[in-house]
């Protein structure tokens, strides 16, 4: 832009400010005739971002400007005019000496507005899922739903962050009897520059790197701190099973981390806060502990490039059917934000009945009454934020009394934001 113009287009909009005229941006906005005496200069401005119309496309010369919107064209203009003439620096180091409180007023203001927003943060998706659920006499179809997961976090300060996560169930033809989008889990999360992690409150945990020991909501808190030298973390835990009445309490400690370029680890014991074959109440039933001890033992590894393999065993002091274990090989994999993407596994798993705490996988495929058996699945990424995912498992269940067939087909796609 002609610095010299600007100069006069800002003087221009200076004289229109202080008699009380809001300036006419024609040309550029709609409601200027190209006919007007300023359409030049107050195009140029609009044209060079100075001058800004309403958000309906129009200018409103005849309405009254205020200070801080003159204060707004002159901070504009003194960007512009950074490399200008001495003649044009003179102009705007006047105008901007004039209109200095306004200025600062309005820095002020944006900069608290962005602080603020950085600090709020939503995420989450939306799913559709189908389900043909073959199991020894009949077809269940109750995991069919419209599903939401909505997350949102809150920066409190440089260390803390609280968080939410509310979820939305309406499962298919059930009228308004669906999960209505409560907010079901609440917890705040702490880092610190020594690399201590804090986590507390009520959020789904896992104790392994697949849920077979420990995969569900709990009440608790968590801490972690790096072992100095090592790419591992030392872990504590104390968590809570969030069912009603008397609720068993698991605490203990663990390591986990990478050992090795492509290895990583997970260790972990827990120990239950009541004593095995005490009896309490949960959801209003008399409950046996029949396992107040239990491990697992975790590790990952890239075998091959694109080929992970991970493996879980875990093992309670339940008098039987007391050890599970989980073995998952994955090709590939998505990215939400790379179309095309996609990703093939195949999981062998045995839950026995008495060898985990509360292990529940993708929605009720891998059942806690005891299971064994296969799941073949594929993701992929059709769109930008999209993913579909459909996989096939063939069971054997209630392993621990009639063993009976299960064939689990299901396919759903995820919308993320």
């Not at 030298?229 to 099973?241: E, V």
């Not at 879980?312 to 095309?340: I, R």
Request: net charge negative.
């Amino acid at each position: 832009m002609n610095k010299k113009f600007l100069s006069a287009a800002v003087t221009l909009a200076l004289a229109a400010g202080i008699s009380g005229t809001a300036l006419a941006a024609e040309g550029s906005l709609a409601d200027v005739p190209k006919d007007h005496w300023s359409y030049a200069a107050i195009d140029m401005l609009v044209q060079d971002g100075i001058v800004e119309g309403n958000p309906d496309g129009t200018f409103q010369g005849g309405r009254t400007m205020t200070r801080y919107e003159m204060a707004s064209i002159v901070a504009r203009a003194v960007e512009q005019s950074k490399a200008g003439d001495l003649k044009t620096q003179a102009l705007v180091e006047k105008l901007q000496a004039e209109y200095s409180s306004e200025i600062s007023t309005l820095q002020a203001d944006v900069k608290a507005l962005k602080e603020n927003a950085e600090k709020v943060k939503f995420s989450g998706m939306f799913r559709v899922t189908y389900d043909h659920d073959d199991k020894a006499d009949k077809i269940e179809r109750w995991n069919d739903r419209f599903y939401m997961d909505l997350h949102a976090d809150y920066k409190v300060n440089e260390n803390w962050t609280a968080k939410l996560q509310s979820e939305t169930n309406h499962h298919y033809s059930d009228g308004h009897d669906g999960n209505a989008g409560v907010i079901q889990r609440i917890w705040a999360e702490g880092n610190y520059a020594n690399g201590l992690n804090i986590n507390v409150g009520r959020t789904w945990r896992m104790l392994g790197m697949q849920p077979v020991l420990l995969g569900n909501e709990t009440d608790g808190v968590t801490a972690s701190l790096p072992i100095k030298g090592t790419g591992l973390r030392a872990n504590a835990f104390y968590l809570a099973l969030p069912d009603k009445g008397n609720r068993e309490a698991w605490y203990g400690a663990g390591v986990s981390g990478s050992i090795g370029h492509a290895v990583d680890v997970n260790l972990a014991y827990a120990k239950n806060d009541m004593n095995k074959g005490e009896v309490y109440d949960k959801d209003g039933t008399d409950t046996t502990v029949t396992r107040d001890s239990a491990f697992v033992v975790s590790a990952g590894a890239n075998v091959a490039k694109n080929l992970r393999l991970t493996g879980d065993y875990v093992q309670t002091n339940a008098d039987d059917y007391n050890k599970s274990c989980a073995v998952k090989l994955e090709y590939k994999g998505t990215k939400l934000d790379e179309k095309g993407s996609f990703g093939i596994y195949t999981r062998y798993f045995k839950y026995n009945e008495n060898g985990h705490i509360k292990a529940d996988e993708e929605w009720g495929s891998l059942p806690n009454n005891g299971a064994r058996g296969w799941i073949f699945g594929v993701k992929y990424v059709p769109s930008k934020n999209v993913e579909w995912h459909t996989f096939f498992s063939k069971q054997k269940v209630n392993t621990s009394s009639t063993n009976d067939d299960r064939n689990l087909f299901r396919t759903e796609v995820d919308f993320h934001f």
